[in-house]
């Protein structure tokens, strides 16, 4: 279930990058996030648990640069508007948006529940996490499906 | 005719995408107010009028299925129409929350359409046209 899950994952992410954000996405290699060219003082990440037929949880990693051009795009307001709060939300709704949809198209037996996303410092993330690289047209993002 | 369309979702940045979208819907001269959870959007409803509610499921405090209960069991609020917009799309969760009392659905991620297009079914046709000069006029997902 998990490759089914981790399917659905990189589905969602490509729809919901281009529905809601306006940016298509290309999937790269699996591998450290200190290995995928992410300029680690200037990333966001952000986690989110859920629970159902299978359990776990998603963390997505992406620069405050592309954060702050989906933001941009997802509210269509000027970047010199978008407060922190803006940035750390659109960043948790992005996920929200993603895991929802990636679970709601997993076959299972019983409903998934989502928790509430929430910003982690990268330091919260084992230096030996494999990270899936996502790539935008400005820089890339990473994602990481943990289940228990 | 204006409308009051109270707004429920703990994301800010989601907030603000649903009233540029109910905007762009031709809504945009209705009162547009906003809450970040259940619990905010009973206390705010006690002193505001409102025709509509659009909310979110997935919130701290008071999610979007308790408040729903909530409002239902209140005589002022019980005929308010709801909307739920939310990435919890699967066909139980619908269920539960027609069974508890919405007037319709959205999935996240929506197009301007699917929220127009519910929302109209419920209001009618919006019958102002939003002269407001914010760029919304091209806006679309």
Same mark, same amino acid.
């Not at chain 1, 803006?86 to 409903?111: D, F, I, K, W, Y």
């Not at chain 1, 929430?118 to 289940?147: P, V, Y």
């Not at chain 2, 979702?9 to 907030?15: A, H, I, K, N, W």
């Not at chain 2, 809504?27 to 909310?55: F, P, R």
């Given at each position: 279930?998990?490759?089914?899950?981790?399917?659905?994952?990189?589905?969602? @992410?490509? $729809?919901?990058?281009?529905?809601?954000?306006?940016? !298509?996405?290309?999937?790269?290699?699996? @591998?450290?996030?200190?290995?995928?060219?992410?300029?680690?003082?200037?990333?966001?990440?952000?986690?989110?648990?859920?629970?159902?037929?299978?359990?776990?949880?998603?963390?997505?990693?992406?620069?405050?640069?592309?954060?702050?051009?989906?933001? $941009?795009?997802?509210?269509?307001? !000027?970047?010199? %508007?978008?407060?922190?709060?803006?940035?750390?939300?659109?960043?948790?709704?992005?996920?929200?948006?993603?895991?929802?949809?990636?679970?709601?198209?997993? %076959?299972?037996?019983?409903? &998934?529940?989502?928790?509430?996303? $929430?910003?982690?410092?990268?330091? $919260?993330?084992?230096?030996?996490?494999? &990270?899936?690289?996502?790539?935008?047209?400005?820089?890339?993002?990473?994602?990481?499906?943990?289940?228990? | 005719?204006?409308?009051?369309?109270?707004?429920?979702?703990?994301?800010?940045?989601?907030?603000?995408?649903?009233?540029?979208?109910?905007? /762009?819907?031709?809504?945009?001269?209705?009162?547009?107010?906003? +809450? /970040?959870?259940?619990?905010?959007?009973?206390?705010?409803?006690?002193?505001?009028?409102?025709?509509?509610?659009?909310?979110?499921?997935?919130?701290?405090?008071?999610?979007?299925?308790?408040?729903?209960? +909530?409002?239902?069991?209140?005589?002022?609020?019980?005929?308010?129409?709801?909307?739920?917009?939310?990435?919890?799309?699967?066909?139980?969760?619908?269920?539960?929350?027609?069974?508890?009392?919405?007037?319709?659905?959205?999935?996240?991620?929506?197009?301007?359409?699917?929220?127009?297009?519910?929302?109209?079914?419920?209001?009618?046709?919006?019958?102002?046209?939003?002269?407001?000069?914010?760029?919304?006029?091209?806006?679309?997902?």
């Amino acid at each position: 279930m998990k490759t089914q899950l981790m399917t659905e994952m990189k589905t969602s @992410i490509s $729809e919901v990058m281009e529905t809601m954000f306006f940016l !298509p996405v290309e999937f790269g290699q699996t @591998i450290v996030l200190s290995r995928a060219g992410l300029d680690v003082q200037d990333t966001m990440a952000c986690k989110l648990a859920f629970s159902g037929d299978i359990s776990g949880q998603v963390i997505l990693a992406a620069p405050e640069s592309l954060v702050l051009e989906m933001a $941009e795009n997802f509210m269509g307001e !000027p970047r010199d %508007q978008l407060t922190r709060e803006h940035l750390t939300g659109t960043l948790q709704e992005m996920l929200n948006m993603v895991c929802g949809n990636a679970l709601r198209n997993t %076959q299972a037996s019983t409903p &998934f529940e989502l928790g509430i996303p $929430e910003i982690i410092n990268l330091s $919260e993330i084992a230096q030996d996490d494999q &990270f899936h690289i996502i790539d935008t047209d400005m820089s890339k993002l990473g994602m990481l499906l943990k289940t228990d | 005719m204006l409308y009051s369309i109270l707004i429920v979702d703990d994301s800010l940045p989601m907030r603000a995408v649903i009233k540029r979208t109910l905007k /762009a819907a031709g809504y945009g001269a209705s009162h547009l107010l906003e +809450a /970040a959870n259940g619990e905010e959007a009973l206390a705010l409803m006690k002193n505001s009028w409102v025709d509509l509610v659009i909310t979110d499921y997935n919130m701290p405090v008071m999610d979007g299925l308790a408040f729903i209960k +909530a409002m239902k069991e209140q005589d002022l609020f019980q005929d308010i129409p709801v909307v739920v917009v939310s990435t919890e799309g699967n066909q139980a969760r619908i269920d539960e929350f027609m069974k508890a009392g919405a007037a319709g659905y959205v999935t996240k991620p929506f197009t301007a359409e699917a929220i127009r297009d519910v929302i109209v079914t419920i209001l009618g046709e919006a019958d102002y046209e939003d002269t407001t000069d914010d760029g919304d006029e091209d806006f679309d997902f």
